[in-house]
C-alpha cells in the first residue's frame, strides 16, 4: 500500500505540469488559428458590424488574448471550464452529458483489443514457428494496416445494410423508452461495430507484441530451467512465460488510451455516437474556444488517469516498480 501510495504522489505532482503545458499550448494554437466564434456565427446566420461588436464583447473576445488566458485560468481554479458560446450553457454540463458515451467506447474497445490480443499472442507464442503462428502474425499485420475509418464503413455495409443484424450508428434507439436490461442490450447492439472497428485495430498491435515478447522469453534461462525439469509446456506457457512477457503489454496500454481516444473521433463521426469526439467536431465548427479547451482538459485528464491505473497494475506485476529505489 504503502509503495503504491509512493507511486501515486508522484504521477500526481507530474500532473499538474502536464496539465499546465496542455492547456498553455493548446490556448496559444486556438489563438493562432484564424478566426473565432463570431466569425463562424457571423458566416452561419449572418449579421451587421454593430451585432458583431456586441457578441464580441459579450463573449469577451474584446479583451486581448493574455487577459481571456488569465481570466480562464482563474476559472480553472474553481473548477469552472467556461461557458460554451455554441451551446448556451456551461461546459462541464455539455462535457458530461458526451463523456459516458466516449468512456463506454473506450473501455469496450481497450478490454477487446487488450484480452483478445493478449489471449491470440501467447495462441501464436505458444508454438513459435508453427502454422498458427504464422497464420495470426500475417493477419493481425494485415488488420493494423486497415484505417479504422475504412474498417468501420465496410462493417455498415455488410452488417447494417446487407445482412441487417445491427444498426447503422447512434449510441441507442431514440425514443424507445426502454429501461435496465433492455436498454442495457439494446446500447450493446449499437456498440458492436464503433467497439470492433476501434478495437480491431489496437487488437493486432497487442497480438504482435505479445507474440514478439513471448518469443523473447522462451529463450530466458529461466524457461529452459523449468522445460528440463518436466514440467508441463501448459503450465511453462501460462505461469512463466505469458506473464513475463504481459509486462510490455501493460505499458504499452497505457500509451495507447491516448492514440484510441484520438481515434474515438473518427470513429464517433462515422457511426455518429454522442461522445467527445463530435462534440469537439462540433466545437471546432462553431469555433468555440472555450468549450474545445475543456475537452481537450478533461481528455488530457482521461489520458493521465488511464496511465495513472496503468503505473498501479505494473506495480503489482512488478515489485520493483514503485519501490524507494526507483527513478522518479
Known sequence: ?????RLIRRRLIGSIAVLLIVITGTFLLLEAAPGDAVDAYVVSVGGDASMIEELRRRWGLDQSAATRFAIYISSLARLD????????????????????NTLLLMG????????????????????????????????SLALYAVPGFWLGLVLIVIFSVQLRWLP?????????????????LDMARHLVLPVASLGFIYLALYLRMMRAGMAEVWRMDFVLAARARGIARRRIVLRHVARNALLPLVTMLGLQSAAMLGGSVVIESVFSVPGLGRLAQEA??????????????????????????VDLLYAALDPRVGSSGEAA
Open 81 to 100: 471550464l467556461g461557458h460554451s458560446v455554441a451551446f448556451s450553457r456551461p461546459n462541464l454540463d455539455v462535457i458530461l452529458e458526451r463523456l459516458p
Open 108 to 139: 469496450s474497445a481497450i478490454a477487446l483489443s487488450f484480452c483478445l490480443g493478449t489471449f491470440l499472442g501467447i495462441v501464436a507464442g505458444s508454438q513459435p514457428g508453427s502454422f498458427r503462428d504464422r497464420f495470426l502474425s500475417i493477419g
Open 1 to 5: 500500500m504503502n509503495r503504491a501510495l
Open 284 to 309: 471546432v465548427a462553431a469555433r468555440d474556444t472555450p468549450l474545445l479547451l475543456g475537452i481537450i482538459l478533461v481528455s488530457a485528464v482521461l489520458v493521465i488517469a488511464v496511465n495513472l491505473a
Open 168 to 184: 447503422l450508428g447512434g449510441i441507442e434507439t431514440i425514443a424507445s423508452g426502454k429501461t435496465g436490461a433492455a436498454r442495457a
